[in-house]
Structure formats: C-alpha cells, structure tokens
C-alpha cells in the first residue's frame, strides 16, 4: 500500500520555541494532507486539511497562527508549532490521499514541550 | 454531519475469546468504512474497509460488514490473539467530495493470556 511518512516521531523541545513536523508521501502525490492531534486515550481530532498549492482550511478552535501548515508540494505538507508550551504536548499524525481515495497515515509524532 | 459512534472500551478478553467491537455511522450519502487499528506508540494502521453496502471487510482473522439497514459497520474476529491488544477506530469517509474522515473515539482492546 502507500507510504506516508512522518518525521521526526518524538521531539521534545522548550517552552517558547518552535517545532516543525514532515509528513511526506513516498509513492504517491497527496492532493490532501490532514493532520490530527490525538490526546490520551482519546480519538484522533482532525486540525486542518491542506490542499497542494494553497491555503491549509483549519477546523473551528484551532489557532492557525499557532500552527503553521505547508503543503508545497504533492509529497510534502509540514506542520509548525509555534511557540509551544506545555499543553501543546501531544500525539500529532498526518494523513495523505489523492483524489477521493482512502487517506493513508504517517506514523505519528509525540512532542512533548518542557 | 456526518459522524461515527464506536462502542466505548475499555475491553479486555481471554486469548482465543470472540471478539465484537461496535460500530454505527450517520451520513447523508454513501460513505465507505474503515476500521483502523494503533499499536501502542505507533500510527494509525489500516485494519479493513468496505465501500458499498453488503460488502465485507477482512483482514488478518477480522472481518466487518457494512449494513446499510442498520447502518453499521462492527468489527468481529472468531479468535483473539495477545498481540490484537491495540485501539481500535471505526471511520467513514464521505463519497463525491475530498473531506477528510471522520473517526470514533477508539476502543481499547487488551487481550490476557
């Protein structure tokens, strides 16, 4: 099947400072990137949606300038925290797909903000 | 909108006990199903899905149908091993349209030996 990957699969940084998280399509253009928060023992909750070339679509409640979504280009969308704190700790996954097709998922991202 | 209801675990079994984890879906049109399953520290995998009614999803001893008349999608397996311990997501994707899927809450599935 598909690959999407997901880079780096656990950071830890510090308060106030920003994290960047890949999510790349390996063998496959992504037409649409998701990307997901998880928190503990709780159901994936979609963030955004991007689409290749424009501007990512946030769901109500989260802070778009707080995190920055790229999609450049077909296998590449990026998620940045800016100036994380604490409660910014949390699971975030990624998930691909092209055209009307089933999503595929990266491996997911723990960042854990001290 | 459109959305997924996924029994609440936890749920622990015996190894070799029968496994049924419940799952209903509300939709406007004609989405297509997927059960996902997270190992712990892992991603999402995909576990099986089902795009049209009366089909049936299977995959590694699980096996889901998708009713229409009921509109459900529970997710079975005869036999269940210590290493099926995992979350389990119920999800639909929406036909004709480039939304994203919509999840369950996920049930926990811990198997003892």
């Known amino acids: 099947g598909a690959v999407v990957s997901q880079h780096p699969s656990r950071v830890i940084c510090k308060s106030g400072t920003s994290v960047k998280i890949e999510c790349r399509s390996l063998d496959f253009q992504a037409t649409t990137m998701f990307w997901y928060r998880q928190f503990p023992k709780k159901s994936l909750m979609l963030m955004a949606t991007s689409n290749e070339g424009s501007k990512a679509t946030y769901e109500q409640g989260v802070e778009k300038d707080k995190f920055l979504i790229n999609h450049a280009s077909l296998t590449l969308s990026t998620l940045t925290v800016t100036s994380a704190h604490p409660e910014d700790s949390s699971f975030y996954i990624c998930?691909?797909?092209?055209?009307?097709?089933?999503?595929?998922f990266g491996q997911g991202t723990r960042l854990t903000v001290v | 909108g459109d959305s997924v209801t996924q029994m609440e675990g936890p749920v622990t079994l015996s190894e070799e006990a029968f496994l049924t984890i419940n799952c209903t879906y509300t939709?406007?049109?004609?989405?297509?199903l997927f059960w996902y399953v997270q190992y712990p520290g892992e991603g999402l995998q995909l576990l099986l899905k089902a795009t049209k009614a009366d089909d049936k999803g299977s995959n590694k001893g699980f096996e889901a149908t998708y009713r229409k008349e009921t509109t459900s999608f529970h997710l079975e397996k005869g036999s269940v091993q210590v290493s099926d311990s995992a979350v389990y997501f119920c999800a639909l994707s929406p036909r004709g349209n480039n939304n994203d899927m919509r999840f369950g809450a996920g049930t926990r599935l811990t198997v003892k030996p």
């Open positions: 998930s691909a797909r092209t055209g009307f097709t089933e999503a595929f």
């Open positions: 939709a406007t049109g004609y989405p297509s």
